[in-house]
């Protein structure tokens, strides 16, 4: 008996180290599953104030089963957020200094995802005469006229591009008139509705914009006003704890043509607000 009982004691052993066996081969060779989780998403003040990110984020998380948590803020604050290691994906539109970023190893890889333009807004009646579509044109004469200006000065895109459109029309922003707020575009054209001041904002903010209290897009076409938007993956290489797969999905989807075609289906009062241009 006792010799039976030892032999059926080997005999489940080596059944079940074959089962465990098994069991680790069958883990090994399954497909590995997208990650869940949540990510931190730097982003400028312009995708959300838009209401572009309330229209995206329902949709990835559907998609991808991915909580998102957005900090808004200008591009150069999301840059920042970044570089320390504050943030896993960045949202931005600032080229130059997106691919500055990238080359100094803070991320892995820029890719364009959408464009929309900057327009030059301000009192319908326009005292300034600005009206037109030569940007340069119009910052010559407000500079001239010491018009009130209202400027983001808050080193977001926006800002950037507005002190690049300054100095190629080769004035002094700087006047009696020019006002920096140090804040995020809605509030920067609540200033301008109430003091009947011009400011530069990209067309999106403006068209989910309620406030305008008379004011008017007095320059728009110009091909310089272009506003184009990247998504960058903060490199684990710096920070170690940035969630990369999290990101690299994010990124994935947003490029994609579910993720493209549903940043073209997002529209204020009919028109289009942003338009998907990435690359595949």
Partial sequence: MKRFLSCLRRRMWHVLGLSTLLAMSTLATRPVLAQTGTLVMA???????????????????????????????????????????????????????????VADGFGVRRFPVMYNDFVLIGPSADPAGTRGKDILVALRKLATAQSPFVSRGDNSGTHAAELRYWKLAGVDHKGAGYKACGCGMGPALNIAASTQAYALTDRGTWLNFKNREGLAVLVEGDTRLFNQYGVIAVNPARHPHAKLALAQQFIDWVISPAGQSSIASYKVGGETLFFPNAKP
């Fill in 43 to 101: 982003s400028t003040t312009s995708t959300e104030q838009s209401g572009l990110l309330g229209h995206l984020m329902p949709a990835f998380r559907q998609a991808s089963g991915i909580e998102v948590k957005v900090v808004a803020l200008g591009t150069g604050q999301a840059l920042d957020m970044g570089r320390r290691g504050d943030a896993d994906v960045l949202f931005v539109h600032d080229q130059a200094a997106e691919e500055k970023f």
